[in-house]
């Protein structure tokens, strides 16, 4: 079971910025394909973002590309996702998963847009 946990959400007026974090003890993030997933209200899991291994391309969906970058810290295990120029639409759970769909992803963290 892979144990992955979420962190940085919070309320944002629009246009404003959040930067979500990914850690673990399980494993090293840096090695492996990660990905960042989003769940809005009443909504299905949506794919955001790829990590490619060994400091590979990130990569984000086209709703969010040009708004949201990604980043490492590999020596805290950890990666950013850090989110400018949020909108309404953005509002959601946040995930990090070691698949694309999400089946492995953490607790989550909540992001609301909203004046």
């Known amino acids: 079971e892979v144990h992955v946990e979420e962190s940085g959400g919070g309320t944002v007026q629009p246009g404003g910025s959040l930067r979500l974090s990914c850690v673990t003890s399980?494993?090293?993030?840096?090695?492996?394909?990660m990905y960042w997933v989003r769940q809005a209200p009443g909504k299905g899991l949506e794919w955001i973002s790829t990590?490619?291994?060994?400091?590979?391309?990130?990569t984000f969906a086209d709703a969010v590309i040009g708004r949201f970058t990604g980043s490492r810290d590999n020596a805290k295990n950890t990666i950013y996702l850090q989110m400018d120029s949020l909108q309404s639409e953005d509002s959601g759970f946040y995930y990090c998963?070691?698949?694309?769909?999400?089946?492995?992803r953490g607790p989550g963290t909540q992001v609301t847009v909203s004046a």
């Open positions: 399980d494993f090293t993030l840096s090695n492996v394909w």
């Open positions: 998963a070691r698949d694309p769909r999400g089946e492995t």
């Open positions: 990590f490619r291994p060994f400091g590979g391309a990130i």
